[in-house]
Structure formats: C-alpha cells, structure tokens
C-alpha cells in the first residue's frame, strides 16, 4: 500500500487522457525511482507553466504569453486564418509546419445534443477578426464529425458576406477522426489538398 500522498499523486494521474489507474500507477513509479532526474525536472515545468499559463486573447490558444507565442510571430501570413475547434487542434495543425498564417480557436463545436450554441463558441469574435479586413483566406478545419461539419456549415453561412476566400481541409480525413490524433502526413495531406468551400 502506497502512502495518501502517492495515492493521491496516482488518481491525480490517472484523471489525464490516455491514463488509467495501472498505467498512472506505473508513471509515479517511475517518477519516483527516478527522483532527481524526472520527478523534480517534472514538478518545475509544472509550476513554471501553472504560473504562467494564460489564454490568448488574440486566437485562444494557451500559452505561457498573451498574446500567444504564433500570434506574435512576425513570420506569420496576417492574411491566412485557420479556423479549429479547440488548442489540440491548433496545435496537431502547426506541428505539420505547413501552415503559415495565423488560428483561431473556436473553444469547441455547435452540438444540440450537448447544449452547445453559437453564443458559447468564440464565433462573433471570429467574425470580428474577418470584419476588420486584411485577411484573404480563411481555413476552415474542423473535425471530420456531424458536429464539426455542422459548425463549418454554420461558419460558411456567418462568413460569406465577406470579401475571402473560404476553404476547409480536404475530405479523406477519417469520418469520426479528430485532428490531434493524426499523424503528420495526413495532415498535410489534408492542408495541401483544401478546397473552397463557396
């Protein structure tokens, strides 16, 4: 029997994604064997980013600046925008390097089973961004789901008004898939192969 504290720091564990009971118990025994070299270098990076973590109020990624590390990125195409669900997508996209403008994170997708409503998702803020000009092409990439196809529907409808470009990934994306847990290429693939949508 472990103590209340490593118990605690299994079933702490065992809440993440990808984790369960045995496997959360197998990383603590790790970490503690392993004390000086992986517990501690752990437990700083977790404090240093509980510290510093913050939303970006430009796109919604998190970060530990705001604005965001991409938002800040002088390299960056200001007239490009990709449109994600939520950070994981964001991110899955940008480690492909082959996007070169900017995101915006909708924090989520429109879902009646879900409660899920325009008004709860970051869409006028999007809309917003658009409005201020200077953006030719948005990308809309949204989960290969009914849901995420629902919000791109809904986004084209929001966004046709405007003088863009309106393109979303191209379809080969496994139906029911979610971007974070593509590899590499099929991303790619995906980004290369964008279609207008109107």
Known sequence: MASQEIEALSQ???RLPGLGPRSARRAVLHLMKRRQTALEPLLAALQSVAQRLSTCSLC???D???PCSICTDVRRDDKMLCVVEEVADLWALDRSRLFPGRYHVLGGRLS??????PEDLTIDRLVGRVSKGGIDEVVLAMNATLEGQTTAHYLVERLEGFPIRLSQLAHGLPVGGELDYLDEGTLAQA???????A
């Open 191 to 197: 980004l290369r192969a964008r279609r207008p949508i």
């Open 12 to 14: 702490a564990l065992a």
């Open 60 to 62: 919604g990624n998190v």
């Open 112 to 117: 009646a089973l879900e409660g899920v409503r």
């Open 64 to 66: 530990t600046s705001d």
